[in-house]
């Protein structure tokens, strides 16, 4: 199945708007890559074909097409 442009720029438009939100309010995420392995950090940047980590100081420069899903931290609030 093909996608058209208007499907593109509007996949690259909630995909950007989702991790640059995260990085905004420097929420803990976890990355999971394509290869099952699991990072955990803040994100620090993002641009075209790169987002960055930051995790306890250590700056991990992640190429985003081996990356399978971004999974923020959710908190929860016991009452």
């Keep these: 199945m093909e996608h058209s ?5 509007e ?7 989702f991790i640059r939100e995260l990085q905004a ?3 803990l995420v976890s990355v999971f890559l394509r290869n099952g392995l699991q990072l955990k950090g803040v994100i620090t940047d993002i641009d075209k074909d790169t ?17 399978s899903t971004i999974c ?7 009452g």
């Design 72 to 78: 923020p931290k959710v908190t929860t609030h016991s």
């Design 25 to 27: 309010s420097q929420t």
């Design 5 to 9: 442009p208007t499907q593109s720029r």
């Design 51 to 67: 987002l960055s980590l930051n995790n306890n100081g250590q700056i991990q420069l992640i190429y985003k097409h081996v990356i």
């Design 11 to 17: 996949n690259t438009t909630l995909e950007y708007s």
